[in-house]
């Protein structure tokens, strides 16, 4: 096994990545958001998986003292662990991640990365907030070109494993507008297709409704020939 294989597995295993569809308080104040993300149960099932069972959620607004972590969960078994949290607003997550090391590397905290992104395949899209969850060594140890290289290539496996073919990185704030177009466009492209359902019911109904007259035209126009023929005989 080569080396480079071997710093991977070990960064893979310092961060997790979590896609969110649910968007509830998408466009609320961020430490309400980061409240809501934390209690999911997709997300409280990667902290239990890493050992962090919690009993409350402290999340700080953002102009609280630097001394003190934006998130502080208290454990089970009284002990605590802090994280700082950084949400890639403008879809710079270069940007938010190179704040979040700083902060991490300083305090000895863990992080939280947050930004949104649109999976794609075929004509369908959907919108999905990714949540990222980086272990203090993980900065420790490598640089953020490298923690975002390995993070992006993670996320992309968890997208293809469900099925979509790429992503966009979007803008967070933007994403309940975005959602919102394209629910539109779904609705539109919904409307579209019953429209043609029913254009082809439509015709479909007027070719059976042409046999119908047809066969009664020709049924008519057969009794008619034996009520002539009838008449003329009863003539003769």
Not at 131 to 145: C, H, K, P, Q, Y
Request: hydrophobic residues 45%.
């Amino acid at each position: 096994m080569t080396l480079r294989i071997l710093v991977q597995k070990r960064l893979s295993e310092l961060i997790e990545v979590v896609t969110i569809t649910d968007k509830t308080l998408i466009g609320s104040r961020l430490h309400e958001y980061v409240h809501f993300v934390l209690r999911l149960p997709e997300v409280r099932r990667v902290l239990e998986k890493r050992g962090i069972r919690f009993k409350r959620v402290l999340i700080r607004p953002r102009s609280h003292p630097s001394h003190m972590s934006d998130v502080e969960l208290i454990l089970e078994d009284g002990g605590t662990w802090h994280a700082s949290v950084k949400v890639a607003v403008g879809a710079d997550v270069r940007r938010a991640l190179d704040e979040l090391a700083g902060e991490c590397l300083a305090r000895g905290w863990h992080g939280i990365l947050i930004f949104a992104i649109v999976a794609v395949k075929g004509e369908q899209s959907e919108l999905r907030v990714v949540f990222v969850l980086i272990e203090n060594e993980a900065f420790r140890g490598w640089s953020t070109d490298i923690i975002l290289m390995m993070l992006l290539g993670m996320l992309e496996e968890k997208i293809r494993r469900e099925g979509f073919e790429r992503f966009s990185i979007i803008e967070m704030y933007g994403l309940a507008a975005q959602e919102a177009l394209v629910r539109v466009l779904e609705l539109e492209k919904a409307v579209k297709e019953l429209r043609e359902e029913v254009r082809e019911e439509m015709e479909g109904l007027r070719r059976a409704f042409r046999r119908e007259l047809d066969r009664l035209s020709e049924r008519i126009e057969s009794l008619l020939k034996e009520l002539i023929a009838k008449l003329t005989g009863q003539r003769k």
